[in-house]
């Protein structure tokens, strides 16, 4: 998920498609990506651990998405 994380901002940017919810979203990615891993470290419960990684990948998919609509020519 990184990998395309890093993929979207760096095309975002070259296409120069970035707004503030884009930004919102990349924040919030982030956030919990870094919780994800703050719950791994620290006590390492399944349940916590699923629903932040299945949040980010939420998140990574509307990135994608709006990337992909405000790309798109026409």
Do not use: K
């Amino acid at each position: 998920m990184p990998m395309l994380f890093y993929a979207a901002c760096a095309l975002m940017m070259a296409n120069g498609v970035v707004d503030s919810a884009q930004v919102t979203l990349a924040w919030l990615f982030v956030v919990l990506r870094v919780l994800h891993a703050f719950v791994y470290i620290a006590f390492n419960r399944l349940a916590y651990r699923f629903a932040l990684f299945a949040a980010s990948s939420l998140v990574l998919g509307v990135l994608w998405t709006r990337f992909a609509i405000q790309s798109w020519p026409g």
